[in-house]
């Protein structure tokens, strides 16, 4: 366990304080509310609203904690924030949206693009508008973001009183926000409109190749501040801001491919923001060879979740409610999914035999993993002392750039022979010499991060034997020594107390542990995942410990919680581990996989047997993992898993350890060479 610990913080308690936010919120929307605590302190997720049957009454789900800031008084303040970023939706009309009404900022391109559409016509407003973009996932992507920046603006304008505190978590979310370099050009300019909205200058950290274009995107932004506008501004605004992001291909900035594209989107990026004439149809998403599936940008912790049954709820069809979960499940069955809570999220599938991607194919679920003791955490320290010892000086061998030889100082490990002839020439022209003559080897600044994605299916349940359990096998083939054997065995451990079999999930847990101590040592940043699945519309992805968390006694009773539980839906898991890593502003960014067989589930492929397709998925996350400059690194303890890790990896880098209790010695290994 690592002696530096963050500076201790006062959280802020839905328990203690409930009842003034629930007066608050009650003054500012009109409406009785009920506030529904959920684990956790992370305000992510945060703001979803659900609207009683009674019609009156509003729920907001809120985390249970809040310990972002220093001070109660402050964390209680982002709790104001969270609701009144809320309640601003329902003042400021954004449920109110309507296809028909006039915008005030923008000459109206809404009523042309739909009469151009020959799509069935809808009531649904939100819908309607879905239906203008060819790229929905895009347009909806961009029209929330927009009508967020609208919301908070009217927020600050109305009540001048909390815009303090609402630049305060502002900056605070922004500063966590994912650097725009790392991402593919259309994900990077949505990306700015959101750092933007938070008071951000996404132009200066821009890549070159999507500045122009989110210089454009931004004036269109800007217009939806005005004191006037309204929510068919801000779908005005997201019509013209798809126009020049369907211009970019989704690819990372720098790839040679860009350079093909220059002329294509160049046309679009200085489009003025007061068009007047509506285009007959929006623009096609730009699609290229090389581009990754487009990726709505991470949540911002304190804006509400815009799930598409909330909004219009008094349009639905008339049959939705009536329906029963046996008729819901099954129109999912063959199709897309929707969100359905709070922390899912939606990602594709790749289906090789049709040669493309199954939209919103999987339901991740992100869950805190829930706390054990720290007992296992501290046992595990103690049988591996000894490799735990080792750690510092075998990574700074593998390592040799933790260290860089830095001259002209006064004092180090020996002369610098440069320095000495400078001195002599020096004592020779008369001149006065510098006494700094030695060097010695300083400790650089690495800028890694790794997230280490840990397989938790039921099959890490089995036992294996250990090494000592063949030792304490019966030379003498008698029944007396062999019913001596079994029971042994079944005790699980030795005469000396020493483990004789241990499960395979308990094996992962160990090798975890052990390189959490190895990673405090050189200080890259790390985050620790586990995953199971349950079919697409239920795969489990439980952080143990985040980015931002140091590790404590809590991250080592989460590491207690890691227990088996269903299948091993890769693909889904990856892309989720993947969306996280890319949060995170680092140089070298690396996804640890670690699992006990091939990916499987209950859903994924055509049948049981087929075993191909969950391969082929599995292997379309991680080459999207590395068109996002991430590394990825995969390894198993399925002794047999040679043929599926070839097909499943091919060029990319992964191991097969052959005996389970090897795992520890495997991982702390395999990093440096990874790393370096």
Known sequence: MTSTEK??????????????????????????????????????????????HDGKAISVMLPAKIDRFPSE??????????????????????????????????????PSLAQNLSADRTDDNR????????????????????????????????????????????????????????????????????????????????????????????EHLARVNDAGATVEDSAEAALRIYQIAATLPNIVAGEDCCHDHDHDHERHHHRQPDDEKAPERLEESLKDPEEVPFKAPPEVEFRLQMDESLLDRKEQKPNAENQSPDDLIESEADGPLERDEPFCYL????????????????????????????????????EYRWLVSQVRARFEHFLPELFRKVTRRYDGEDVDLDQIIDLVVDLQAGATPSEKIYWRRERTQRDVAVALLLDMSA???????????????????????????????????????????????????????????????????????????SGRG??????????????????????????????????????HAVKKLERVEAQTRLLFLVSDGRPYDRDYGRDASDQDYAVNDTRQALREAVRRKIRPFCLTVDKEGGDYMRAMCQDLPYEVVTRVEDLPISLITAYPKITA
């Open 459 to 533: 099959t890490t349940n089995e036992y294996v034997q250990l090494e000592a359990a063949r030792n304490v096998r019966p030379t003498a083939a008698t029944a007396q020594s062999y019913s001596q054997y079994l029971r042994q065995i079944a005790s699980g451990v030795d005469e000396h107390g020493k483990p004789l079999r241990k499960r395979t999930i308990d094996i992962e847990k160990q090798a975890t542990i052990v390189l959490l101590q190895a990673l405090e040592s050189i200080g890259d940043s790390y985050a620790v995942y586990a995953f199971s699945g």
């Open 538 to 575: 239920s795969v489990e992805f439980h952080v143990v410990k985040d980015f931002a968390e140091p590790l404590s006694q809590r991250i080592a009773r989460r590491v207690d919680g890691i227990a088996p539980a269903h299948a091993t839906r890769m693909g889904a898991a990856i892309r």
């Open 73 to 110: 008084r402050e964390n209680f303040a982002w709790y104001k924030v969270i609701l009144t970023h809320q309640s601003g939706h329902a003042e400021f009309g954004t449920f109110d949206f309507s296809m028909r009404r006039a915008s005030q900022c923008f000459p109206d391109w809404r």
């Open 7 to 52: 500076q201790p913080t006062t959280p802020a308690e839905l328990e203690k304080i409930g009842e003034v936010l629930r007066l608050y919120t009650k003054a500012l929307t009109g409406h009785e509310v009920r506030l529904i605590p959920r684990g956790g302190a992370s305000a992510r997720g945060s703001g979803w609203v659900t609207p009683t």
């Open 347 to 382: 990602y594709p599938e790749w289906d090789f035999r049709a040669g493309g991607f199954k939209d919103r194919w999987c339901r991740v679920r992100e869950r805190v993993m829930e706390e054990g003791t720290s007992d296992f955490y501290t046992e595990t320290l103690k």
């Open 127 to 218: 819908q309607a508008l879905r239906e203008l973009f060819p790229d929905p996932l895009l347009g909806m992507t961009i029209f929330d973001c927009v009508e967020d920046a609208r919301v908070d603006g009217k927020v600050v304008q109305r009540y001048p009183g909390i815009e303090g505190a609402y630049r305060r978590v502002a900056l605070r979310v922004l500063a966590e926000r994912p650097r725009l370099g790392a991402l593919p050009l259309r994900e990077a300019l949505v990306e700015g409109l959101v750092q933007a909205s938070l008071g951000g200058t996404p132009l200066r950290a821009a890549p070159e190749s999507v500045r122009p274009a989110l210089a454009s995107a931004l």
